[in-house]
Every structure is written in C-alpha cells, then in structure tokens.
Antibody, heavy 120, light 108 residues
C-alpha cells in the first residue's frame, strides 16, 4: 500500500536550518510529482512547494521562495525540503503528498506529517 | 494571485444534506479538488476534477463547478463526516497550488 513517512521535524531557533525527508513506498516514486504542504497550529492548509517526477521542474510559494528548496532522490524513493533562515511563522506540521505525474493533478495520498517548531 | 473563498463553518443535522461552497473568479475553468481533514489527521482526497470520486469514497460525496462557485455536497450526513473541508485548484498563471481557507462541518 502507498506509504509516505515524513521525518526531520523538531524545535529549531529562528534563522537556523532544517531538512525534512519524506520516504515513499508502495508505488513507483519516480513517476509521481510530489508536494510539500504545511499547516500552522489551528490554521488551514498552505501549499509550500512541488517538484516534478524527474526533478526538472520546481515551484514554490512566495512565502518560502529563496529560503526553502524542494528536491528528490528517485534512487532512494525520498523527497526532501531544505528549510533555511527559518522564522516563527514557519512553525507548522509539514505534509508530503503525491500527485499522479503532472503537478496540476490532485494530491491523492498524504503522509501523517512532521511538526516543525521555530522558537528561541 | 488566485483566491478561493469558503465559508468558515457549515452545520447540518444527521441525515440531511450539507453543501460547502468554494468561490473563485471563473472557477468553472479550473479543476477543483476537495479534501476532508478530521481532527489530528492528514487530509484525505474526497472529490477531484470537480466531481469525480477516488475509490473508497462513499457516493454520498459529490461535487459540482459552475460560474464562480464550486460546491461539495455531502448527502445523508453522518456523525463521522464532521471535519474540516478544503477546496484546491492549480493556478496556471502563478504555477501555484491554491487552497481555500477551509470549512468546518459540524453535525448537530
């Protein structure tokens, strides 16, 4: 069955960096585009970034552009989110999700999320 | 940037029909997807491309999209349907995913 397992969350000071990982299994990872979506405590869903199946195309939200980088390693079936210059407003549960081939498709499976807390 | 507007809350009695709207400029030209998120859980896709259902989603969940409003309809509402619901589109101009603000469905 499809599994997406996020890891790498934790408590980090403002201005520091963190890298999240999303381990995929149960499907052919290299044929799916992948998204990161976050949810601040008590708030709604906020899209963060997407990467195409082969990693050649990437798009990100204005709120994280220049600070966050999405990447993937298809040989390891793993998606990453490198987060630099973290701010308090980046505090959220971060979910990875897959879409079928094209980045515009619906997000059909989601991981359970990993919590990032940015605080001094 | 493209904006999706949802009512913050909708309430319905068990067995009745719930309708959750998602407003956006000329939204009928976009494919709208809907997600259910129960408390403490990850979102689940319940309707995609305006009106299609993923396997395993009950037929009670349906969707429509016309003009400036897309609608998620839940028939014969059950207590287990109580959750937050989000609409989502892809904005081709900005190459961004856009989510609505979410609607909390309360089953009375």
């Amino acid at each position: 069955q499809v599994q997406l397992v996020e890891s790498g969350g934790g408590v980090v000071q403002p201005g520091r960096s963190l890298r999240l990982s999303c381990a995929a299994s149960g499907f052919t990872f290299s044929t799916y585009a992948m998204h990161w979506v976050r949810q601040a405590p008590g708030k709604g869903l906020e899209w963060v970034a997407v990467i195409s199946d082969d990693g050649s195309n990437k798009y990100s939200a204005d709120s994280v552009k220049g600070r966050f980088t999405i990447s993937r390693d298809n040989s390891k079936n793993t998606l990453y989110l490198q987060m630099n210059s973290l701010r308090a407003e980046d505090t959220a549960v971060y979910y990875c999700s897959r879409v079928n081939v094209v980045v515009t498709a619906p997000l059909d499976y989601w991981g359970q999320g990993t919590l990032v807390i940015v605080s001094s | 940037s493209y904006v999706l507007t949802q009512p913050p809350s909708v309430s319905v009695a068990p067995g009745q029909t719930a309708r959750i709207s998602c407003g956006g400029n000329n939204i009928e030209t976009k494919g709208v997807h809907w997600y259910q998120q129960r408390p403490g859980q990850a979102p689940v896709l319940v309707v995609y491309d305006d009106s299609d259902r993923p396997s395993g989603i009950p037929e009670r969940f349906s969707g429509s999209n016309s003009g400036n409003t897309a609608t998620l309809t839940i028939s014969r509402v059950e207590a287990g349907d109580e959750a937050d619901y989000y609409c989502q589109v892809w904005d081709y101009i900005s190459d961004h995913v856009v989510f609505g603000g979410g609607t909390k469905l309360t089953v009375l």
